[in-house]
């Protein structure tokens, strides 16, 4: 409850290659918002464990002062259950730093937003489905069903006690996509809304199959 509930939807952390900023969210109003330089050697990158369940990994930023000491710590998007998985999103936001979007994917069908930040019932439903894994999914409108709904419910309520991050007025239009920018993308209504694709929803698939094999 003191994590939880009464807190933020979610902590987004930005990447402006133009002003070669990262914006980090701790909270609405002043002094909100932590700016750091890319590239400053004050943040440290790395590949964080969950303290819960260390076999979960996050891509985390470490913010150091002058005697290399620890005063904050991000984390940066969602969390994967394996480190190649950080690593990909890592080279992603590389990519996108020093080369610019064109070359942020090996495939045009890789340009999708799969997951959403909006705390809808619907949504809930769907991660609440997602992290309970595929072999209990077969079972989620029958024998799992109460368990299913009851977690559905509970991170329901949670995002409805909790407020939408804001960026300050300056920081939106300094961070502002400009209209008709042809690599802009989409961002979904509900999760997996684009996977309706035939041609993303298989190229989703050869990518999984391609990171089960390598690995």
């Known amino acids: 409850m003191k994590r939880d509930l009464f807190q933020y939807t979610h902590y987004p952390v930005r990447f402006n290659r133009v002003t070669r900023k990262v914006y980090f969210f ?3 109003g002043p002094g909100g918002v932590v ?9 440290f990158f790395h590949i964080g464990r969950g303290g819960q369940d260390p076999s ?14 620890v005063q904050q710590t991000f984390t940066v998007g969602h969390f994967w259950n394996h480190d190649d998985d950080i690593r990909e999103q890592w080279t992603l936001i590389c ?6 979007p064109e070359h942020c994917f090996d495939d045009p069908l ?26 209990l999914f077969p079972l989620r409108s029958t024998l799992m069903l109460p368990i299913y709904v009851a977690l559905t419910l509970s991170r329901w309520l949670t995002f409805k006690t ?13 961070c502002a996509i400009a209209p008709g920018d042809p690599y802009a993308l989409p961002e979904p ?27």
């Open 189 to 215: 209504r509900f999760m997996a809304e684009f996977a309706s694709d035939p041609a993303i929803y298989a190229r989703a698939l050869q990518r999984h199959r391609e990171r089960m094999l390598w690995r």
């Open 95 to 100: 990519r996108y730093m020093k080369d610019g």
């Open 26 to 28: 701790r909270h609405n």
């Open 162 to 174: 909790c407020r939408a991050p804001v960026f300050p007025p300056e920081l939106e239009a300094e």
């Open 110 to 135: 890789d340009r999708v937003i799969t997951l959403s930040p909006k705390g809808t019932l619907r949504n809930c439903w769907m991660l609440v489905c997602l992290m309970m894994g595929t072999t």
């Open 56 to 69: 979960l990994r996050d891509l985390r930023c470490h913010l150091l002062d002058r005697h290399r000491q």
């Open 35 to 43: 700016v750091v330089p890319w590239g400053s050697p004050n943040a």
